[in-house]
């Protein structure tokens, strides 16, 4: 598994009308994994008739584009004065596991400090392989900067846990991956184990976040991808999920909840998103739904999905046309500005708030409104 990482790639049109030689999106969260080495304590304190094209061109695209910079503010406790500001995104008191962050610049890592920002206590679960770059980045201050929230504190992990949400038991993992040296000295990281060690740690959680994914065929057309490299996508991607609420269900606290992320492509043809991922996105809108009603019945757990536009990600670059994407949203969406990581972990963190309580079994969209095009504005077919 790949992990996505966060962070906007900042890019200004000189003509007027653009035109994208894509006509797709990509999301951060399209490939993302998660897994640690082995436990470790580390504290850190996204028609109709037009008789005119020309001018509709002009409208949309003629005034220069800039990238304007929105900040929301999660806020957990009170104002210096000591009065209350707004209406305040209280997590005080609540404890996260966070399934998928293996950098410092994935929405994984964006939803991680908003949720911290808001008072929550951390956990992490990192993709094995990944562990040991994570742990000594983080000991050696290399995500310090990234670690900074609004107030000045610094971010807090209490605990790092190995994971691989490919797999549930032990029995599960055959021996080549158990044998594999990108495993050696990882123990307890199947998605059985890691919640069984969360409940011998703390006891219990109220809010769990599946944010990775991954497709080893994703640049493959759905009719080039094989049985195995579709199975492996929709295993990955969206049954890793349904096994992830599954095992820590038993510990989240009534009135909990879950989110995924999502992307577009779930519903709407994006060439070049291939390799099955769009089946495992729809799979996992799918199983949003019928997990919101089996967990909230079950559990009293609310379910939810953010459909996160592109964003210019470590792993979303591996894909290789995510700066066209970007450039795509920017000329095409209704907000013309970057879509940040930010904004992604912001409304996660509304969603797994109190202040969502009656929301559940709902696809989200943080993309700057793109999902309500139908129509590409920067299309070469406008201007002439």
């Known amino acids: 598994m790949a992990t996505v990482a966060a962070g906007g790639l900042q890019m200004a049109a000189t003509r007027p009308c653009i035109s994208s030689s894509g006509r797709m999106f990509m999301s951060s969260a399209a490939i993302l994994g998660v897994d640690v080495k082995g436990t470790s304590q580390v504290k850190f304190a996204s028609s109709s008739h037009i008789s005119s094209v020309k ?56 939803i991680a400090k908003a949720l911290a920002a808001a008072g929550a206590e951390i956990l992490v679960g990192t993709w094995v392989p990944a562990i040991n770059i994570f742990e000594t980045s983080l000991r050696r201050g290399k995500f310090d900067e990234s670690r900074r929230l609004l107030n000045g504190s610094l971010m807090e992990i209490i605990k790092v846990y190995p994971l691989d949400t490919v797999y549930d038991t032990p029995e599960d993992v055959p021996v080549d991956v158990r044998t594999n040296k990108r495993y050696s000295g ?38 080039e991808t094989s049985r195995k490299g579709y199975l492996a996508a929709i295993s990955a991607s969206s049954y890793s999920f349904v096994s992830l609420l599954k095992h820590f269900l038993p510990i989240m606290n009534p009135g909990g909840a879950s989110i995924s992320l999502t992307y577009i492509a779930s519903e709407r043809t994006i060439p070049g998103y291939g390799g099955g991922m769009s089946s495992a996105k729809a799979a996992l809108e799918s199983d949003t739904r019928v997990l919101a009603f089996e967990a909230g019945r079950k559990g009293k757990i609310r379910v939810n999905t953010i ?10 670059k591996a894909i290789g046309f995510i700066e066209k994407m970007i450039k795509y949203s920017y000329a095409n969406a209704p907000l013309q500005k970057e879509l940040l990581a930010d904004e992604v972990g912001n409304t996660a963190a509304f969603l797994l708030s109190p202040l969502a309580s009656a929301i559940t079994g709902s696809v989200v969209y943080v993309d700057n409104g793109l999902n309500a095009m139908g129509l590409a504005t920067d299309s070469p077919t406008l201007a002439v």
């Open 307 to 316: 459909s996160a536009g592109p964003l210019g990600s470590r792993a979303a």
């Open 55 to 110: 001018p509709l061109c002009q409208s949309f695209m003629s005034a220069p584009l800039k990238f304007t910079v929105v900040v929301t503010r999660a806020m957990s406790g009170e104002t210096e004065k000591g009065i209350a500001s707004g209406l305040p995104i209280d997590l005080r008191g609540k404890r996260a596991f966070i399934a998928g962050i293996a950098d410092d610049n994935g929405y994984g890592w964006a």
């Open 186 to 223: 990882a123990s307890n990281w199947t998605v059985k184990e890691v919640a069984e060690s969360v409940k011998n740690d703390f006891g219990s959680i109220d809010i769990l976040v599946h944010s990775l994914a991954n497709g080893p065929e994703v640049t493959k057309p759905l009719l």
